[in-house]
């Protein structure tokens, strides 16, 4: 058996919007103390949803603290009581386990989250029954696929909650669910995809590659296909030409390719759960084809007119998500401090969290006055994992831990951290 823990960092600020990469051109849709596939053991227990005793035995089983005559200290991560008492009381109100996704507005999903969902899943065990709390600006379709794959391995019944933004492939994991639960603050956005970093893109006015959405092109490809113009001299004419003077033919093409590619995602997804082919085809082509800019909201109305199961968060349940949300945006706004000539940024920008575990993307940026201006000196960024364990001095602590002990956690082996 093994666990998703690499040995070497994630590459340097890896999900910072800027140095976003498509993979093989793919389409974009530290430790603060100091690939696997779905498992398929048969002793993962499944909850019955028919016994309210099973459910509420399952929650309490995982409160914070399973002895109350030790003590916990929760102090070296910060809100993790905010958090863990979110998620306990999002369960209850749900009566059914809850894991919570959040991406932040500098970051975006790729297949490093899919590795880690599957850490949280392991933990969480096989249930009929799974809440996945989503909050995210978008990122790698292939990842949302996999995710939802991912999902449907562990439970029967999958609900989706987006209590705010769920844009692009934050849309497409929604759309996984066999039911989304939305407030007065959601919304989701169309899926038609962009290229960014690929070699042929067009470049900024500092030399830098831009990202081209796929609606930004998709009249000049119509207009190429129609075969309209008579000669040479007509095209020239059009506004069009400019366009390729600017966006190498080749690069166009990677675009429509793209789009194919998150009309196969969608229709993948929509699959899971949906048997009618006339909603599946309308939900494919509305989201990638009918909104005229990428970031247009898409509300429960609209969804819910597509066919897709939508549902209404309770008061309570919205206010609990809102205030979690406000926890994560908080950790998410990073911190700065500056000594003599030198800068150290961190920043903690994706966080997957359940009962007793938060996972959270991790990254330190230390820079130096060279030739007087800031310098990068050192980057890195890694997954951190937090959760409960005993230390050397008797008591309980919320800690993140290191790989290696990581890994005896994960398997169920006890862990003692920290100086005697």
């Given amino acids: 058996m093994s666990f998703y823990t690499p040995n070497t960092p994630l590459a340097s600020n890896n999900k910072l919007k800027q140095n976003q990469q498509n993979n093989d051109n793919e389409t974009s849709f530290g430790n603060e103390n100091t690939s696997t596939q779905p498992n398929s053991d048969p ?7 028919n016994d309210a005793s099973s ?26 009581d905010e958090t863990q008492n979110l998620i306990n009381k999002l369960e209850e109100l749900f009566s059914t386990r809850v894991i919570t996704f959040y991406i932040s507005e500098i970051a975006q999903l ?32 292939k990842a949302a696929y996999r995710i939802v794959k991912l999902l449907r391995s562990f439970t029967k019944k999958l609900t989706i909650v987006v209590p705010a933004k769920a844009a692009s492939a934050m849309t497409m994991l929604a759309l996984g669910g066999d039911e989304i639960i939305m407030g007065p603050l959601s919304y989701l956005t169309p899926i038609d ?23 930004e092109v998709q009249k000049y ?50 699959k899971t759960h949906i048997t009618d082919e006339n909603i599946i085809d309308n939900l494919v082509n509305k989201l990638n ?14 969804i819910a007119d597509m066919g897709i199961n939508v549902k209404d968060l309770s008061e309570e349940q919205n206010l609990a998500c809102q205030e979690l ?38 990254a330190e940026t230390s820079e130096k006055i060279i030739n007087n201006k800031w310098t990068i000196v050192y980057s890195n960024a890694n ?28 398997k169920g082996e006890e862990v003692i951290v920290g100086d005697s």
Wanted: a positive charge; aromatic letters at 12%; proline letters at 5%.
């Fill in 43 to 49: 002793n993962l227990k499944v909850n019955d949803p």
């Fill in 383 to 410: 997954y951190n994992r937090a959760t409960i364990v005993r230390n050397k001095k008797g008591y309980s602590e919320a800690y993140a831990l290191s790989t290696k002990e990581f890994r005896k956690w994960m």
């Fill in 55 to 80: 459910i509420n035995d399952s929650i309490n089983k995982n409160s914070q603290k399973d002895d109350l005559n030790i003590p916990l200290d929760t102090s070296r991560i910060p809100f993790w």
């Fill in 325 to 362: 949300l406000s926890y994560y945006q908080t950790l998410a706004n990073g911190s700065v401090r500056v000594k003599d000539n030198t800068r150290i940024t961190v920043n903690r920008y994706v966080f997957i969290e359940s009962i007793k575990f938060r996972s959270y993307v991790y």
């Fill in 289 to 302: 084809d009918a909104y005229p800019i990428h970031s247009y909201p898409i509300l429960k109305e609209d």
């Fill in 221 to 270: 490809l119509e207009l190429v296909k129609s075969g309209s113009f008579e000669n040479v001299d007509d095209f020239r004419k059009t506004p069009y030409y400019a366009l390729t003077e600017k966006v190498h033919p080749i690069f166009l093409g990677t675009v429509q390719r793209s789009l194919s590619l998150s009309k196969l995602f969608v229709r993948g997804i929509a």
């Fill in 193 to 215: 995809t962009s290229i960014a970093r690929h070699p042929l893109a067009p470049l900024d006015a500092s030399n830098r590659p831009i990202s081209v959405e796929i609606t």
């Fill in 110 to 141: 790729t297949n490093e989250e899919v590795d880690e969902l599957y850490n949280h899943l392991y933990k969480v065990g096989k249930t009929d029954h799974l809440i996945l709390v989503i909050y995210g600006p978008g990122g790698n379709g």
